[in-house]
């Protein structure tokens, strides 16, 4: 069977350095391993849709930045199809055949849909379109026979719910779709990096992000203004690295190498968190650390970025180029699928007449 990723994120926004240990990262290093027939990465604008359908100006302006973003990280348009999801018509196709086969009491107990719902106080005005994304997003990942799916932890209700649209599929209507798996990055403070403040996840709307887009400036300015143990007061006391963002960041970031280069002092983390634990080191020191660290790292990202920033009729080529690729892919599945229910009504065995 051929091995092949789909995944993809919602242009709300520019995406920061959350996404990047979350599921960027992870898919970089499948793309360059070589072990994959096709991977297609999917900009799900109509998703966005389902819960900005009064701004479609803002997804729209934040396709590009994603695309950007995708590219200065590493995706390459040679071995990627990077796509966007409302120009592939045979998705939400797919859609309306996959809906008969899921209850709405299914989608309701979906965890990342319930925290949304509460999160954005939809409560008692939740858009269908909203209540059906775990659907559509199980046509996007079945529509191009994915067998991998990077994507960052909140999204694991999604495949469970994928994968048993698939297995209902399959059942009722022959073997046709394939059962993809989770892939997430191995590094745990990677799975989800806190925002800035120490709040549990990075999110636009508070305001405690780290672009990947963000000038060198405004990466130290925010670094140093990051949330630590706010019992630790003077530089003797003793501080605490758990639940302090400054040090889930160095597990996230920091390597042997870059204590070797920037901190050559302390051999390794487990060394700096022990000197923090009983006291006698400063904030400063370890958010200046930081910020050299995540400045090796996301420097030549931001440069990256801005090369691209230049060349925008490029980067809307690359996304006509790769719709296509993915459209021919949809709709070979989606006539599978139509022979399968024996719906093709005008064609081979289904023929009417
Ligand atoms: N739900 C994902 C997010 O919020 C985006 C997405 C849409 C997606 N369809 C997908 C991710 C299919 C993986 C596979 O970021």
Redesign the pocket.
């Known amino acids: 069977m051929k091995k092949i990723i789909?995944?993809?994120?919602?242009p709300t926004g520019k995406l920061h350095v959350g996404h990047y240990v979350g599921s960027l990262a992870e898919r970089v290093r499948l793309q360059d391993s070589g072990e994959f027939d096709e991977i297609y990465i999917?900009i799900?604008d109509a998703?966005a849709l389902t819960d900005n359908a009064d701004n479609p100006e803002k997804v729209r302006q934040n396709i590009i930045n994603v695309a950007l973003d995708y590219l200065a990280v590493g995706i390459d348009p040679n071995k990627a199809n990077i796509f966007i999801?409302s120009m592939i018509p045979q998705l939400p196709e797919l859609t309306c055949y996959y809906m008969n086969l899921v209850t709405v009491a299914r989608v309701q107990r979906n965890p990342t849909v319930k925290a949304e719902i509460q999160q954005k106080n939809f409560e008692q005005s939740v858009p269908v379109g909203f209540f059906c994304?775990p659907i559509?997003?199980a046509s996007?990942?079945t529509a191009f026979q994915a067998t991998h799916?990077p994507?960052?932890e909140d999204?694991k209700p999604?495949l469970e719910q994928c994968n048993e649209i698939v297995r209902k599929f399959n059942a009722t209507y022959g073997e046709v779709l394939v059962e993809p798996e989770i892939v997430l990055s191995s590094n745990k403070a990677c799975l989800r990096l806190p925002g800035t403040d120490g709040k549990a996840k990075m999110s636009k709307s508070i305001g405690n992000c780290i672009y990947l887009a963000d000038d060198a400036k405004t990466l130290k300015t925010k670094i140093m203004s990051m949330y630590t143990d706010p019992n630790h007061i003077r530089i003797e006391d003793p501080g605490q690295v758990e639940g302090n963002s400054v040090f889930t960041y160095l597990d996230a970031f920091s390597t042997p190498e870059h204590f070797a280069e920037f901190l050559p002092e302390y051999q390794c983390l487990d060394e700096l968190k022990e000197h923090y634990t009983r006291g006698g080191l400063g904030d400063v020191k370890i958010k200046k650390f930081l910020n050299k660290v995540m400045e090796a790292k996301f420097g030549p990202i931001r440069e990256r970025r801005r090369e691209w920033e230049q060349r925008i009729p490029e980067v809307y080529d690359i996304l006509k180029a790769g719709t296509a690729v993915a459209e021919k892919k949809a709709a070979e599945t989606l006539n599978k699928v139509k022979d399968a229910m024996k719906i093709n009504y005008f064609s081979g065995d289904d023929r009417l007449a």
């Open positions: 789909l995944t993809g994120d919602r999917m799900a998703q999801q994304y559509s997003q996007d990942i799916v994507v960052g999204q999604m």
